[in-house]
C-alpha cells in the first residue's frame, strides 16, 4: 500500500488532528489571560520610546548635516570671517547651545557665541584621522552632557579652521503627556539627560520630594536594564522592534506604588534602514520612556468553557470518525478482501455485499461476476441504470461529515466570545495616542521647518553680483545633500528662472514671482505640492524655492501601532498620509471631521492636541488629532495630523480571546476541508469510477482493460476486477474452442 494512499491515513490523520485541535481550544480557550498591566498598554509603551529614538537621531543627524553643509556653502566661496560665520549660522538655525571657530595648527580661538564650549575635550592631532570628526559626548562641570559636533572651513591660502556647534541631548518636540519622564540613556546604563521629573528643588512638599526620589530612582533602574538588553544585536535578540522598527526595543515594567505600576519602553537609536548606520547610531545612545499606569483587576477566561467547546468537539470528531470507518473504511476493506478470495478461485462462499453507497453496488457486481465464474454462462443483459437501487453515496457521507464539522466551527468563530460594547479599553492607550500623534505632528513641522532653514542657508550665499552658474551649483550640491526637494530654483521678481536643480520640473512657479509667505500649499495640480521659499539678501525680489517631495512627508508618518494617519490642511482636505489615499480627498469621517475641528479650537493660548474612543461598526476605535502649535514658517500651514486604530488589533483582553475562538473556528475548517478533501480525492473519486466500471463488467463488458489509480484498497480492488475480467474472457474462449470442436464431426457426415 502505498504510504500516503489508501482510506487508512486520511482517517487518522483527521482523528489525530481533532483530537490536537479539541486540547488547543482547551487550553488557549480556557487560559487567556490579562495581567494588572495589558499586554496592549506595555507595547504602547515599547512604540513611544521608538517614537523618541526616531526624532532623537533625526534631530542629531540633521544637526550634523546642518552644520556640514554650511562649512561646506562657506567654504565654497570668498574666506568669511569667523565671526560672520557664526552670525550667519546663528540667524539661521537656533538649535545649537554655542558655537565657536578655532584655528587648527595653533588652538586659538578665532570667535565663539553661545555657552563656553570644552574646547580642551577635542584632540586637534587627531583630526585627520579615522572618525576624527565624528560627533562626541562631553560632560560639563555641572555634570550635563553635551554632544559636539565638529566640520572644517577650508579656504585657499588660508589656515584650516575647526568650526564646534555643542548641543544638549534633549528631545525635540516629544509631547509627554502627564506623569510621563523619557531619558536618554549612555552605553554603560547612565542617564544623560532626562525630561518630565521635576527637580526635588523644584517641588515644594514632603510627599512630592519622596514621589521624585522614587521616580528618579526607578528610571534609573530602567536605564540599566535597557542598556543590557539593547546592547544586543537586532537580528539575536529576543525582543526586536515590532512594525519595522530596525533597532532593538521592548518594554519593560516596575514597581508598584499607590494602585499604579511603573511601565517603561526602550529603543535603541538605530538608522532609516536596518544595517544602515548614521551620526547618531555610532553613540550607541537608548531611549527609555517611563509612565506610571492604574493597574486593572487581573481578569483569565473561563476554563470550563474550553473544555465544553472541545468535548463538544471530541463528540463531533468520534461521531466523524465512526461513520467514515463504519460506512467507508470497513466496506472497502471488505471488498478488497472478498475480491482477492475470487481471484484466487473461491466461489463456493457468497460474496458479502456491504451496506449502502458504492461499496455496496460494487458487493453485488462482485457477486453476479462471481456466479458467471462458477456457471461459466454468457455475459447477462445489462441492468437499465433506472431499474438500479439508489443508495447514500460516499460523496454524501463526506458532506455530512463536513456539516458535522462546520457545526461546531461557525458559531465558535462567528458567534462564541463575541467581543462587544462591554470592552475594557485602557485609558492609556487613548493618552498614548494622543501624545504620539502630537509628536508625530511636532516631528513634520520640525521638518519643514528645517527645510525652509535650508533654503535661508542657501539664499544667505548668494547676492545680486551671484552668477546663474554659481547658483546652479550651489542649488546641485542641496539637492544632493537633502532627498527632500523634488527641485530646487531661484526665482527673480518677474517670475524668471534663474536656476534651478533637481530631478522633477518646477511645478508652483507659474510665471509669477516668489511667494511672500515662507512655506506654502500649491493645490493646482493633480498631487500636493509644498513650497518653500527663501529671499535673497538685497532688495531685488529675487528668492530661492524649494519644492518639497510629497513622499518625504508620506515617510515621516510610518509609525507602528499608530494606524491609520492623515495629515489635512484647513478644509480638510488630505495632504499626506502612510497609505495609500487619493490627494486632496475628504476624510469621509463626520466623528473625524468633529474631532479634528475640535483640537483646532484654543484652549488657553493655543489649541491643544485631542484624542476620543468611539464605537464604529460594532468595534472600538482610538481616534486622535494635533494641529500645527508652536514657531517656524511651518506655523501659517494650519495643517493638523489626524491617526485611528481599531482596539481589535490591540492586545486586550476581550479581543485576544475573541481572536482565539476565531483561530480554532479556521483551524477546525481548514482540518476539515484537508483531510475530508483528501478522502475525496484518494479514495471517493476513484471508489465511483470503480463502482461504474464493476457494474459494467458485471453487465458483460469484456473489452475495456481496468487500471488501478493508486495503490491501495480500491488499486487493489480494481486490480481483482481486472483478473477476474481476464478470466470470464478465458472461459468464453474455451466456450466457444468447445463448442467448434463439438460440432465438427456433425459436418464430417
Not at 514671482?513 to 532688495?539: F, N, S
Not at 483646532?600 to 481616534?623: C, E, N, Q
Not at 484537508?674 to 480525492?681: D, E, M, S, Y
Request: glycine share 10%.
Amino acid at each position: 500500500m502505498s504510504l500516503l494512499g489508501g482510506i487508512r491515513p486520511p482517517i487518522t490523520v483527521l482523528a489525530v488532528l481533532l483530537l490536537t485541535l479539541a486540547g488547543f481550544t482547551a487550553v488557549t480557550l480556557g487560559s487567556v489571560r490579562e495581567g494588572r498591566l495589558p499586554a496592549a498598554v506595555l507595547t504602547s509603551q515599547q512604540h513611544f520610546a521608538e517614537d523618541g529614538a526616531i526624532a532623537l537621531r533625526a534631530s542629531l543627524d540633521e544637526s550634523v548635516t546642518d552644520l556640514d553643509r554650511a562649512a561646506a556653502l562657506f567654504s565654497t566661496g570668498k574666506p568669511v570671517p569667523p565671526d560672520a560665520v557664526l552670525d550667519k549660522i546663528g540667524s539661521v538655525y537656533q538649535k545649537w547651545r554655542g558655537t565657536a571657530v578655532v584655528e587648527i595648527s595653533s588652538g586659538r580661538l578665532l570667535a565663539a557665541r553661545g555657552e563656553n564650549l570644552p574646547l580642551t575635550a577635542i584632540d586637534r592631532t587627531r583630526l585627520a584621522g579615522e572618525g576624527g570628526l565624528a560627533p562626541r559626548m562631553v560632560k560639563l562641570a555641572n555634570g550635563e552632557t553635551r554632544l559636539l559636533t565638529l566640520s572644517l572651513l577650508s579656504w585657499k591660502d588660508q589656515p584650516q579652521q575647526l568650526l564646534v556647534a555643542s548641543s544638549s541631548l534633549r528631545f525635540p518636540g516629544i509631547s509627554l503627556g502627564n506623569f510621563r519622564a523619557i531619558a536618554v540613556v549612555g552605553s554603560d546604563g547612565t542617564v544623560l539627560s532626562s525630561d518630565g521629573i521635576p527637580e526635588p528643588e523644584m517641588v515644594l512638599t514632603d510627599l512630592q520630594r519622596a514621589d521624585v526620589k522614587r521616580d528618579t530612582k526607578q528610571l534609573r533602574s530602567f536605564a540599566r536594564t535597557a542598556a543590557k538588553r539593547t546592547s544586543a544585536h537586532p537580528l539575536t535578540t529576543k525582543e526586536p522592534g515590532s512594525g519595522g522598527f530596525p533597532g532593538v526595543s521592548g518594554s519593560l515594567t516596575g514597581s508598584e506604588w499607590g494602585g499604579e505600576r511603573a511601565a517603561a519602553g526602550y529603543a535603541r537609536l538605530a538608522g532609516p534602514e536596518p544595517g544602515v548606520g548614521t551620526s547618531a547610531t555610532s553613540l550607541e545612545l537608548t531611549v527609555v520612556a517611563m509612565v506610571g499606569v492604574a493597574q486593572n483587576p487581573a481578569r483569565t477566561s473561563d476554563a470550563v468553557a474550553g473544555l465544553v467547546l472541545a468535548g463538544a468537539l471530541l463528540l463531533v470528531g468520534a461521531l466523524i470518525v465512526a461513520l467514515l470507518v463504519g460506512t467507508v473504511q470497513r466496506p472497502l476493506i471488505t471488498l478488497f478482501l472478498e475480491s482477492r478470495r475470487l481471484t484466487r478461485g473461491d466461489l463456493n462462499r457468497p460474496v458479502s455485499v456491504p451496506r449502502g453507497s458504492e461499496a455496496a453496488r460494487i458487493g453485488t457486481a462482485l457477486e453476479r461476476l462471481r456466479s458467471q465464474l462458477l456457471d461459466g454462462a454468457a455475459p447477462p443483459a445489462p441492468v437499465p441504470p433506472g431499474r438500479r437501487e439508489r443508495r447514500t453515496g460516499a460523496r454524501t457521507l463526506l458532506a455530512l461529515c463536513g456539516i458535522l464539522l462546520l457545526a461546531w466551527c461557525v458559531p465558535l468563530g462567528l458567534l462564541v466570545n463575541r467581543a462587544g460594547a462591554d470592552v475594557v479599553v485602557p485609558q492609556q492607550l487613548v493618552n498614548d495616542q494622543r501624545e504620539r500623534t502630537d509628536t508625530l505632528n511636532d516631528r513634520i513641522r520640525r521638518a519643514l521647518n528645517e527645510g525652509h532653514a535650508d533654503l535661508l542657508s542657501v539664499a544667505s550665499l548668494m547676492g545680486d553680483d551671484t552668477t546663474p552658474q554659481h547658483m546652479t551649483a550651489v542649488l546641485e550640491r542641496t539637492a544632493r545633500e537633502h532627498l527632500r526637494y523634488d527641485s530646487l530654483y531661484v526665482l527673480d521678481a518677474t517670475g524668471k528662472v534663474l536656476a534651478r536643480a533637481g530631478a522633477a520640473a518646477p511645478q508652483a512657479a507659474g510665471g509669477k514671482g516668489p511667494r511672500a509667505e515662507p512655506i506654502a500649499l500649491h493645490d493646482g495640480g493633480k498631487k500636493p505640492v509644498v513650497v518653500a521659499t527663501a529671499q535673497l539678501p538685497g532688495a531685488n525680489g529675487s528668492a530661492v524655492v524649494g519644492e518639497l517631495r510629497i513622499d518625504f512627508l508620506n515617510s515621516l508618518l510610518k509609525r507602528p501601532g499608530l494606524g491609520e494617519i492623515r495629515v489635512v490642511d484647513a478644509q480638510h482636505r488630505v495632504i499626506a498620509s502612510n497609505t495609500g489615499y487619493r490627494a486632496f480627498e475628504q476624510l469621509g469621517d463626520d466623528r473625524l471631521d468633529a474631532l479634528v475641528e475640535g483640537s483646532a479650537l484654543k484652549v488657553g493660548m493655543s489649541p491643544r492636541p485631542g484624542s476620543v474612543l468611539y464605537r464604529s461598526g460594532g468595534d472600538h476605535v482610538i481616534a486622535a488629532a494635533a494641529p500645527f502649535v508652536g514657531g517656524g514658517a511651518a506655523k501659517p500651514l494650519d495643517w493638523t495630523v489626524v491617526s485611528w486604530q481599531s482596539a481589535k488589533g490591540l492586545a486586550i483582553h476581550e479581543y485576544s480571546l475573541q481572536n482565539r475562538s476565531v483561530l480554532a473556528g479556521l483551524l477546525g475548517f481548514a482540518v476539515g476541508a484537508a483531510c475530508l478533501g483528501w478522502l475525496q480525492i484518494v479514495v471517493v473519486a476513484p471508489l465511483r469510477e470503480l463502482a461504474r466500471r464493476a457494474e459494467a463488467l458485471a453487465d458483460g463488458d469484456r473489452r475495456t482493460v481496468l487500471y488501478p489509480r493508486h495503490h491501495d484498497e480500491v488499486g487493489a480492488v480494481t486490480r481483482s476486477l481486472e483478473i477476474i475480467r481476464q478470466q470470464l474472457q478465458q472461459l468464453h474462449q474455451q466456450r466457444k474452442q468447445a463448442g467448434g470442436r463439438s460440432s465438427a464431426p456433425a459436418g464430417r457426415n
